[in-house]
């Protein structure tokens, strides 16, 4: 019984600690947070941190397993079409990404921030999100993609992200979501050659 109590505690710390990283990371960005300035949001001692994670970089790498878990989730729901000569299929793909981007502004903007600045990071991120590329690349099996179909899963998300990061930030034309996630889905799927 005390093991499990211990590992109950152990596990709401790390979740303490990762709702107060983004919450840091929404008001300061992920560049000007400190471990202490997360340990203190959590209000937990800095020495707790090092218990869970050995850095920063560690923690917010938790922060897009978890990330990616739930976008996993996301390819159970209803209405996943996998076929992206259907305009619909790209549609569905779009709205779904632009939404968990909604829901995860901080998060993916503290991933774009330390792959800016940490290589390491940014090489491991991308082992990461491979398998998603994966996922995406055979979406696009029956377009003649004329190349590699990796790259153009990546041209796919990147363009979706940095549109969102965009437009989130205010630096695309208010216009509404729904508008957004129409002309992304026109742009990839005449893009895609669909």
Known sequence: MVVGA???????????LKAAAIRVFERVGYLNTKITDITAEAG??????YKHFTSKE?????????????GDASAELAGH????????????????YWNFYRG?????????????VDEEFARRSREMLE?????IAGHLAGL?????????????????????????????PASGEDEMIETLTTFLYAGLGG
Do not use: C, N
């Not at 398998?131 to 996922?135: G, K, Q, T, V, Y």
């Not at 003649?144 to 695309?172: E, M, Q, R």
């Open 58 to 70: 560690k923690l917010l790498e938790a922060l897009l397993a978890d990330l990616l878990a739930e």
């Open 144 to 172: 003649d993609l004329h190349g590699d179909p990796l790259v153009a899963a990546s041209l796919f998300t990147t363009t979706i992200s940095a549109v969102a990061a965009a437009w989130f930030t205010g630096a695309i």
């Open 81 to 96: 079409l996998d076929d992206f000569r259907d305009r619909e299929a790209v549609r569905w793909h779009v709205a779904v």
């Open 44 to 49: 937990r001692a800095t020495g707790s941190f």
């Open 104 to 116: 995860h502004r901080a998060v993916m903007s503290a991933l774009h921030q330390a792959a800016i």
């Open 6 to 16: 211990r590992r109950q505690q152990a596990a709401q710390t790390e979740a303490e």
């Open 131 to 135: 398998p998603d590329l994966r996922h």
